[in-house]
């Protein structure tokens, strides 16, 4: 599944919510579904630092491929935290770096994306831009 | 503090259904809900009173202050010098003590510096507390780098007040300032400063008290209190932001240097060197907030209409309700149960994170603050990641308690499914 195609079918599963409630009870479940970070990376370098809620973040690369691990302290960043996941892990660095992570307007979610809101979703998302472009600048 | 709960009897009763009338924001609706404002000692709401002032002020008076020979010029000065006369008589202070500053964290900066640069040096100790905001740490921080003065901190015990004991041990004659919180802004608390000033004046040591989140609920008299230096902000007054007081006692005004140098803060300028005006326009150097200044006199002319007794009267009450309301909800802990506290109410909720509450109140139209409150070392200290923090306000009611109460317990189903 291409990008596009994952943000698709993200935008189609929050448009059977038709009240906020129900959107958020969402997010908190796929928080529960987001490949959790090892233990062992809960470190100060995988540690991507909002104001308030903190985010761990590790990536690596299998053929060709970004693969994430993650987690959250507060439930509702760690669903936000998912849902980049399951958009971007398993794309090319390439692919990763052209997205364009609209499907958090779409959604409605546009305000989490904040930097007052500092819970570290946009700080996870540079960071997520960032080693994209390392990994790939290391393959040229 | 008495003046929270003296004379209960006898304090009028405040109208909150009209005053909150006065309040237009009070009346939005926020995602389809009308807006409970919580956030008070983040930032209060205005008044009609005080938001037609500004427009008032730029339709019929803007002009710069101190220069001009012509009629705007001489009544913006004469409403500027009239504000700052009305903001010392709020404070039991003289207009010449009076400074205007961007907020509390330029005054504390400013005594920082202006204080620091002529009475600190090496080796000298200044005590603040664990307590502190962010603002009333850095500065400190900062000169004692400068300076290579020494730091200490007044420790705060679990229910949030200080170690007194503590702090008298503090004291000696290394000691060159005291800088504590007239009030937590994250705890509540409502600090003895009396002793406090007391106990440092023995040693003949200078106080300052931060008393931004005083201001808007106790009467402050700067005399009562020998207090040397005391700040307050504006905006949380009901006023403008970018506007602040520094209350300074004339004897140290005069001994401290400039904070910036520009114009209005001169006597004479020459190409070797400038002499300087006498306080408080030593240290307003530029263009002032001419507005802000004049508008925040209206404010505090508003808060004293309605009188600052039966504003911490209803304040206390609700802070009562809240606090038992709150507390009643399992698994519910308040951060900050000092016995004398301002209308403040932090908590959090066990195994929950407080944003994840904060943003389910924020989608039922409540607004509270989360986080840190920039008193990172309290939540170090209590080993949190941060709180929930309520602020009430005089123009908030017991029905907006209960509906934060429902939406506290919403969020907990929600969060606990």
């Not at chain 1, 796929?30 to 990536?59: F, M, N, R």
């Not at chain 2, 000033?197 to 106080?207: E, G, R, S, T």
């Not at chain 2, 005069?254 to 005006?277: D, H, N």
């Not at chain 2, 994840?356 to 990172?376: E, S």
Request: hydrophobic share 40%; net charge negative; charged share 25%.
């Amino acid at each position: 599944m291409s990008i596009e195609e994952a943000e698709r079918e993200l935008v189609g599963e929050f448009e059977l919510f038709d009240d906020w409630m129900a959107k958020y009870e969402y997010i908190i479940d796929l928080g529960k579904d987001v490949p959790l970070i090892d233990e062992k990376y809960k470190d100060e370098a995988h540690t991507i630092k909002g104001c308030q809620s903190k985010v761990w973040l590790h990536s690596e690369v299998k053929d060709g491929f970004i693969y994430y691990t993650a987690d959250s302290d507060a439930m509702i960043t760690k669903g936000l935290v998912a849902m980049v996941v399951r958009v971007l892990s398993g794309h090319t660095p390439e692919q990763i770096l052209s997205a364009d992570m609209n499907f958090i307007n779409k959604i409605g979610l546009h305000e989490h994306l904040s930097p007052t809101r500092s819970n570290g979703l946009m700080s996870m998302i540079k960071q997520i831009k960032l080693d994209a472009l390392a990994y790939s600048a290391i393959k040229r | 503090m008495d003046t929270m709960v003296k004379d209960k009897a006898i304090t009028k009763e405040l109208d909150v259904e009209n005053i909150r009338n006065e309040f237009p924001i009070l009346s939005v609706t926020v995602h389809g809900k009308p807006l409970v404002y919580f956030d008070n000692a983040a930032s209060s709401q205005k008044p009609l009173f005080v938001i037609k002032a500004i427009s008032t002020y730029y339709e019929t008076v803007n002009s710069n202050v101190h220069r001009g020979v012509h009629h705007l010029s001489s009544l913006a000065t004469d409403q500027f010098e009239t504000a700052r006369k009305t903001i010392a008589t709020h404070l039991n202070a003289n207009p010449d003590e009076i400074i205007y500053t961007r907020g509390t964290t330029e005054a504390i900066n400013l005594v920082a510096f202006s204080y620091g640069e002529v009475f600190i040096k090496e080796g000298d100790e200044i005590i603040i507390s664990q307590m502190e905001h962010h603002s009333n740490i850095v500065p400190w921080q900062m000169l004692c780098q400068r300076k290579k003065a020494v730091l200490k901190y007044i420790p705060i015990t679990d229910s949030g007040e200080l170690k007194m004991d503590e702090y008298k041990k503090l004291l000696s004659a290394k000691t060159k300032l005291v800088a504590v919180t007239h009030v937590s802004n994250s705890l509540g608390t409502i600090n003895p400063v009396e002793e406090i000033i007391a106990l440092a004046h023995a040693k003949n040591v200078p106080v300052l008290l931060d008393g931004a989140q005083a201001v808007p609920h106790i009467k402050v008299d700067v005399k009562k209190l020998d207090v040397d230096f005391y700040c307050f902000s504006g905006h949380k007054v009901y006023g403008p932001t970018g506007i602040g007081i520094l209350f300074g006692k004339t004897k140290w005004l005069k001994e401290m240097v400039p904070y910036q140098g520009g114009g209005e803060m001169i006597k004479e300028v020459k190409l070797e060197a400038s002499t300087y005006q006498e306080p408080p326009l030593r240290f307003e150097a530029g263009t002032p907030n001419i507005e802000g200044s004049i508008v925040l006199a209206t404010a505090i002319d508003y808060m004293n209409n309605l009188g600052i007794d039966a504003i911490a009267k209803h304040e206390h009450k609700l802070l009562d309700y809240a606090t038992e309301k709150l507390r009643a909800i399992e698994g519910l802990k308040i951060v900050g149960q000092a016995k004398y506290k301002a209308p403040v109410v932090a908590f959090n909720i066990e195994g929950l994170h407080p944003y994840d509450i904060g943003v389910i109140l924020d989608q039922l139209g409540i607004a509270v603050r989360t986080g840190h409150h920039c008193t990172q070392p309290i939540m170090d200290l209590y080993c949190i990641p941060g709180t929930v923090r309520t602020s009430f306000s005089f123009y908030n009611t017991i029905a907006e308690i209960d509906t934060l109460v429902e939406g506290v317990k919403k969020a907990i189903k929600m969060l606990k499914k």
